[in-house]
């Protein structure tokens, strides 16, 4: 019984790691069998489809971004630095998954790309809707925004520039194209007393990044 979830644990691994790489279409049954050095008879013991390990996959996405989310919950006090850690999510989500992943749901799995798109929106609207509120209440951001447009805006914003990103890619890395729309986007909501703080809070942002970066690069 523990191996038989073990295995379909590594199984389940690998088809969202290639998945959310490298997208759906581009792997079949065999290639995922081939990659886990397994026959596909034993692959369809614990999945008897690529669309059941698409279903699996998609949770898994979903469950991950929950998790995520519920960490940046833990953010030390205030609006302003709850809503960058969201942000930060945001970025990290989409430098990890590419855009061939939600290209595919879209075309071939449109009921699964239907909800897990609503499952993300469920997670990270009303987060987001809440800090906008509070924030104005503080006098963090401008008292004269509509917090629910905002949010729309924001999720439609953030699914464009998922998509830019990847056209841009031999120009910019994605976490740059995000950094800047996230520049762009607290620029225009903050309020102007409370441009000193924010301007603080990306500078320690932006020193997070780079220790994070030097980190990685000694690692390799």
Known sequence: MVENLMNEH???HTAFRLFTTHGIQAYTMDDIASQLAISKKTLYR???SRHDLVQQVCKQVAADYHQDMEEAD????GNLRRILA???VNVEFCKKTSPAFFTDLQKHYPAENVALTD???SVIEPRLLKVLEQGI???VFRGSLHPRLIVSLIQQHLKKDFEFA???VNDYSKEEV???AQYLFLYGIIAAEAIPQLEIELSKYSLANRLEHTEKNETF
């Open 10 to 12: 590594i199984i389940l």
């Open 137 to 139: 209440v503080e006098g």
């Open 46 to 48: 614990f999945f008897t």
């Open 74 to 77: 833990k953010t030390g006090e």
């Open 86 to 88: 969201y942000m930060a």
């Open 166 to 168: 990847a056209e841009l």
């Open 119 to 121: 499952k993300l929106d």
């Open 178 to 180: 995000f950094r800047q």
